[in-house]
C-alpha cells in the first residue's frame, strides 16, 4: 500500500492541484483500490507512534509493479 500523505505544490502551473491529483489516480486505480473516505483512511493516519496522526490524502492499493511506477511518477 502506498499512503499519499502530503502534496508540495508550488505553483498550480509547476504541479497538479490536489484536486487534479486525485483524478489521475483515480482513471489508474478502481474504485476498491483507491482510499479516499475518512472511515478508509483512519488507520493509515499513523504508525505505531500514535501520537504523531496526519490523515493521509488518500492510499492507493497497488498490485503490480507497473502500478507503483506510475503512482510515483505522478
Do not use: G, W
Not at 44 to 69: G, H, K, M, N
Amino acid at each position: 500500500k502506498i499512503k499519499i500523505t502530503c502534496l508540495n505544490i508550488e505553483s498550480e502551473q509547476q504541479h497538479m492541484t490536489t484536486q487534479k491529483f486525485l483524478e489521475a489516480l483515480r482513471k489508474f486505480y478502481p474504485e476498491d483500490r483507491l482510499l479516499t473516505e475518512p472511515e478508509e483512511l483512519a488507520p493509515y493516519e499513523s504508525d505505531a507512534l500514535t501520537a504523531y496522526r496526519c490523515r493521509p490524502l488518500a492510499v492507493v492499493i497497488p498490485e503490480t509493479q507497473a502500478e507503483v511506477i506510475e503512482t510515483v511518477r505522478l
